[in-house]
């Protein structure tokens, strides 16, 4: 199964973007798995952002706590990251990634990723 973001963009401080990750083969329902939202800026290692376990369990890293929500919808099988008050710190490539079993927030823990989509936020 592949994966692929959409939704990024170019945007100013303050302003939201809503990223949506979806699966090339429609059998991959990912309320059954982990779900994983991830950030790489040029030059740093790959950042853990958000993830959705398959019971509803959410998980955020402390800088997006209170701006950024990971949700699902079944009924089209995607997963999304609502961006709110974007800053220029949260300026990366983002990616989606899933796994089975146990969620945790470590890039390590996934399998199957996205090719990333590109979020810019000037101030």
């Known amino acids: 199964v592949l994966l692929v973001e959409s939704g990024g963009g170019s945007v100013q401080s303050g302003e939201s973007l809503r990223l949506s990750c979806g699966a090339s083969d429609r059998e991959y329902t990912f309320g059954y798995y982990c779900m994983g939202w991830f950030r790489q800026a040029p030059g740093n290692e790959r950042e853990e952002v958000a993830s959705m376990s398959s019971d509803g369990t959410t998980t955020y890293t402390d800088s997006v706590k209170g701006r950024f929500t990971i949700s699902q919808d079944n009924s089209v099988n995607k997963f999304y990251l609502q961006m709110n008050s974007l800053n220029p710190e949260d300026t990366a490539m983002y990616y989606c990634?899933?796994?089975?079993?146990?969620?945790?927030?470590?890039?390590?823990?996934?399998?199957?990723w996205g090719q990333g989509t590109q979020v810019t936020v000037s101030s």
């Open positions: 990634a899933t796994r089975a079993g146990d969620c945790y927030l470590a890039a390590s823990w996934y399998n199957i």
